[in-house]
């Protein structure tokens, strides 16, 4: 055997032995205990959403809180499609969500890139009012949105359910920040070769800027998608419900049925957690950029 085999060898026992008596690190085992409680904890209640939601009726209503149901079955769900308007609130729910997505995207780079790049009289009391609406929360405004609204006859249609969601000050707040850090040389180039601002911001600025842009609009359709409280007060009607919305509908003559009602949750939750699924890293990112604001 060579030198250096024999050198690797003895390197390989000499590191397999100081890992064995490295003590035991504490710290990382309780927290990795700790997380694997907290996920189990957050998972739950989806689980039992699940397991609810395909128990027989009979087994619902007897109030067995086995965590395994006697027999799968999958009424519930043939009910809330034949017997509820869930296709209208999934129609609803989809085109209210991309128009939201689409027009805070849009609308939030365009103010954003005013702010970043443009020099005109009033640019620092704007930015300060849009960190201003940051810390009011949207409950404090429901009113005023519902008699606006109302006097604007939008209520119980698309527009009224658009309309109050569109302001979103986090996006314009990323947008700045990322608009900020890319040099004016660009811009002024860009202007030398007689580009306007419209098409310096979705031919230069954006593109620069894809990745916020997909962690953006993924996170603000979710919002918009598991929005209720909005949705619940300016649509009245189940022509124009959202599926947050359309759910709290699901009872029979009997009252509240669970497993009917999980069912419904259960299919209203779907286009979110596959949305998270194939986009994960991007709603990771676009989660730290808001808490990075916020911070």
Same mark, same amino acid.
């Given at each position: 055997?060579?030198?250096?085999?024999?050198?690797?060898?003895?390197?390989?026992?000499?590191?397999? +032995?100081? +890992?064995?008596?490295?003590?035991?690190?504490?710290?990382?085992?309780?927290?990795?205990?700790?997380?694997?409680?907290?996920?189990?904890?957050?998972?739950?209640?989806?689980?039992?959403?699940?397991?609810?939601? @395909?128990?027989?009726?009979?087994?619902?209503?007897?109030?067995?809180?086995?965590?395994?149901?006697? +027999?799968?079955?999958?009424?519930?769900?043939?009910?809330?499609?034949?017997?509820?308007?869930?296709?209208?609130?999934?129609?609803?729910?989809? @085109?209210?969500?991309?128009?939201?997505?689409?027009?805070?995207?849009?609308?939030?780079?365009?103010?954003?890139?005013?702010?970043?790049?443009?020099?005109?009289?009033?640019?620092?009391?704007?930015?300060?009012?849009?960190?201003?609406?940051?810390?009011?929360?949207?409950?404090?405004?429901?009113?005023?949105?519902?008699?606006?609204?109302?006097?604007?006859?939008?209520?119980?249609?698309?527009?009224?359910?658009?309309?109050?969601?569109?302001?979103?000050?986090?996006?314009?707040?990323?947008?700045?920040?990322?608009?900020?850090?890319?040099?004016?040389?660009?811009?002024?180039?860009?202007?030398?070769?007689?580009?306007?601002?419209?098409?310096?911001?979705?031919?230069?600025?954006?593109?620069?800027?894809?990745?916020?842009?997909?962690?953006?609009?993924?996170?603000?359709?979710?919002?918009?998608?598991?929005?209720?409280?909005?949705?619940?007060?300016?649509?009245?009607?189940?022509?124009?419900?959202?599926?947050?919305?359309?759910?709290?509908?699901?009872?029979?003559?009997?009252?509240?049925?669970?497993?009917?009602?999980?069912?419904?949750?259960?299919?209203?939750?779907?286009? @979110?957690?596959?949305?998270?699924?194939?986009?994960? +890293?991007?709603?990771?990112?676009?989660?730290?950029?808001?808490?990075?604001?916020?911070?």
């Amino acid at each position: 055997m060579s030198a250096e085999a024999l050198s690797g060898s003895q390197a390989a026992v000499v590191a397999e +032995r100081s +890992r064995r008596d490295r003590p035991l690190d504490l710290v990382g085992i309780v927290l990795t205990a700790i997380t694997l409680l907290v996920a189990l904890a957050s998972f739950f209640p989806i689980y039992w959403a699940i397991i609810t939601s @395909v128990k027989p009726d009979g087994e619902v209503i007897s109030g067995s809180n086995s965590l395994w149901p006697g +027999r799968f079955v999958f009424d519930s769900y043939i009910h809330i499609w034949n017997n509820t308007n869930i296709a209208i609130w999934y129609v609803n729910s989809m @085109v209210t969500s991309l128009i939201i997505t689409v027009l805070v995207i849009v609308s939030s780079a365009g103010c954003a890139y005013a702010l970043s790049q443009l020099d005109f009289p009033g640019r620092r009391l704007i930015y300060v009012l849009i960190l201003a609406c940051f810390m009011v929360p949207m409950q404090a405004l429901i009113v005023n949105h519902f008699v606006l609204m109302a006097q604007f006859k939008l209520l119980n249609t698309w527009a009224g359910i658009i309309l109050p969601q569109l302001i979103v000050p986090v996006v314009i707040i990323v947008y700045k920040q990322f608009f900020d850090s890319v040099p004016k040389e660009f811009r002024e180039a860009a202007q030398m070769d007689s580009a306007g601002h419209f098409k310096i911001l979705f031919r230069i600025y954006l593109p620069m800027n894809w990745g916020v842009t997909a962690a953006l609009g993924i996170i603000t359709f979710i919002g918009a998608w598991n929005a209720f409280l909005w949705p619940f007060l300016a649509a009245t009607g189940e022509a124009t419900m959202t599926v947050p919305v359309g759910i709290t509908q699901v009872k029979d003559a009997y009252g509240i049925v669970y497993g009917k009602l999980m069912a419904s949750a259960v299919v209203a939750g779907l286009p @979110v957690a596959i949305v998270y699924l194939i986009f994960q +890293r991007r709603v990771t990112q676009a989660i730290m950029l808001s808490a990075g604001v916020k911070g």
